[in-house]
């Protein structure tokens, strides 16, 4: 089971990562054009891929705890006993990625509050950018490219 949930993590990583550049670079597109918000396009990016970094969120907070690498690692070594790359899966990764998708939440229930389309694309564009920046310096590069 644990495999599969592994597996399942890192493809939907992949999506998240993608949806999320989208999603960033269409709020920015939106905000420098000056374009209308408009809900068949910019919110339904915007909440697909809100949708899915909870998804995966629940996955990694499932694998954190069946893993050998997650809080097992910890119990086993002690936060003292971590090398880097251990530390990496076992604190920096889930701790990290957990505050970039409260960064994202954060920024889909700023968007609700605004009626005019700038403020909407801004506070996406931030937000769900702060997410991607975080999300991107704690990925297991590592693990990802072999």
Do not use: C
Request: aromatic content about 12%.
């Amino acid at each position: 089971m644990y495999e599969i949930i592994q597996v399942v993590h890192s493809y939907l990583a992949y999506v998240v990562l993608g949806l999320l550049f989208f999603a960033v670079a269409n709020a920015i597109i939106g905000l420098v054009g000056n374009k209308m918000f408009t809900m068949e396009k910019d919110l339904r990016l915007s909440l697909f891929t809100l949708i899915l970094a909870h998804i995966q969120l629940l996955i990694g907070l499932i694998l954190y705890f069946v893993s050998p690498s997650g809080v097992q690692a910890i119990q086993t070594l002690g936060m003292g006993g971590l090398n880097t790359a251990s530390r990496l899966l076992a604190v920096e990764h889930p701790f990290i990625n957990i505050i970039a998708i409260v960064l994202i939440t954060i920024g889909w229930s700023r968007h609700k509050k605004f009626v005019e389309g700038n403020k909407k694309f801004k506070s996406i564009a931030i937000f769900y950018g702060l997410g991607l920046v975080l999300i991107l310096s704690r990925i297991p590069w590592g693990q990802w490219l072999n």
